[in-house]
């Protein structure tokens, strides 16, 4: 038994926040920041919540599944951003969609969140405990964003993206390869967003070297585990944390035939959210072949990393 994903969807609010405006905010500048961490441009909530852009996402992905609210009988929002301490984020967006009476939790590894929730799902499928998952990651960063400190505000964005996922049946190859997970408890203080009227606060530098030398290695052991060649990875969709955290992982995993993803450069760094609404994107613009592998790997606030290499739905 194992698990595959069936459809993607996402959702971005309307609100588009551009270096050129950030630089009226605080002494920076577009050159700097495209330069520095390669983003343009990113996205910020309105009056939506985390529920509210959880549930645009999953209710898309929803739909291009072909399956109804009623099928799904496990939903996982993988989310560090949410306000509300109960109900859940998943609880939330399963009343708004109409499901029945689906297992439903809020996990929280930051930035590597999706694919942290992506392998509990699969073991989940995988063992007979649920046959319809929906995983989401779910930000609104903008809650917790300190509009005077020029080494945060430039970097986060609001959004969400969501996968379906069904267990596999009889004789189906698995779409979901094992995960590679973990945490670094030496660095926990790296990225937080701490106390009671929180603001993101990071080692910028120490989580750069960190993600520019450590994260390679492990990417490539999701592939060997899920038993693909480096050659043989269609995409891969890094966290969207900088472009040069990416290029410098890049260029260490020997993939020739893989499409990169860089959506930050519209999205900014939208943490849980960032792995599935890159992956939706491609997606949607049929950039990647149905069935090919594409290697998601998530890292950041724990600091914590997981990845694993999934057929493109
Ligand atoms: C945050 C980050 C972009 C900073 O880039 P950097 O090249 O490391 O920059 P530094 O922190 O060394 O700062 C260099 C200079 O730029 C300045 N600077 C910082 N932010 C700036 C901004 N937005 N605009 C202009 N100058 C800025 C600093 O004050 C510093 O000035 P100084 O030399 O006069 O002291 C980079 O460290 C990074 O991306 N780290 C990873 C963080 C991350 O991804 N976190 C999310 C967790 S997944």
């Known amino acids: 038994m194992g698990s595959r994903l069936v459809a993607m969807g996402h959702y971005q609010p309307s609100r588009v926040l551009t270096n050129d405006e950030l630089a ?7 050159e700097w920041i495209r330069d520095r961490v390669g983003i ?15 549930t645009a996402a999953a209710g898309k992905a929803l739909a291009n599944s072909g399956l109804t609210p009623a099928d799904i009988d496990m939903l996982v929002v993988a989310t560090c951003s949410s306000v509300d301490r109960s109900p859940n984020v998943a609880c939330r967006v399963a009343a708004k969609l109409g ?29 007979g405990a649920a046959r319809n998952a929906i995983v ?61 009227r929180a603001y993101i606060q990071q080692e910028g530098q120490a989580v750069f070297r960190w993600a520019t030398t450590e994260l390679a290695p492990l990417a490539l052991q999701a592939c060997e585990r899920a038993g693909v060649a480096p050659e043989e990875i269609a995409a891969f969709v890094p966290h969207q944390a900088n472009t040069r955290i990416i290029d410098g992982i890049v260029k260490r995993l020997g993939m020739p035939n893989a499409i990169v993803a860089k959506d930050l450069v519209e999205s900014g760094n939208t943490s849980a959210a960032s792995v599935p609404l890159a992956l939706s994107k491609l997606v949607e613009r049929r950039e990647v072949p149905s069935g090919a592998p594409v290697l998601l790997f998530g890292f950041g606030g724990g600091l914590t990393y997981a990845g694993q290499v999934v057929r493109c739905p």
């Open 99 to 127: 499901m029945a009476a689906p297992a439903a939790y809020d996990l929280n590894t930051a930035c590597s969140g999706f694919s942290y929730a992506l392998g509990t799902v699969d073991h989940a499928l995988s063992a």
């Open 24 to 30: 009226r905010m605080v002494d920076t500048s577009d």
């Open 40 to 54: 343009a441009s990113r996205r910020i909530a309105d009056t939506e919540t985390v529920a509210d852009m959880a």
């Open 136 to 196: 989401i990651g779910a930000e609104k960063l903008s809650d917790f964003t300190d509009w005077t400190d020029r080494s945060t505000c430039i970097i986060f964005g609001d959004g969400a993206g969501a996968a379906v996922v069904t267990a596999t049946t009889e004789g189906e190859p698995s779409g979901v390869g094992p995960v590679v997970w973990g945490s670094v408890p030496a660095k926990s203080d790296a990225v937080r967003i701490e106390g009671w």
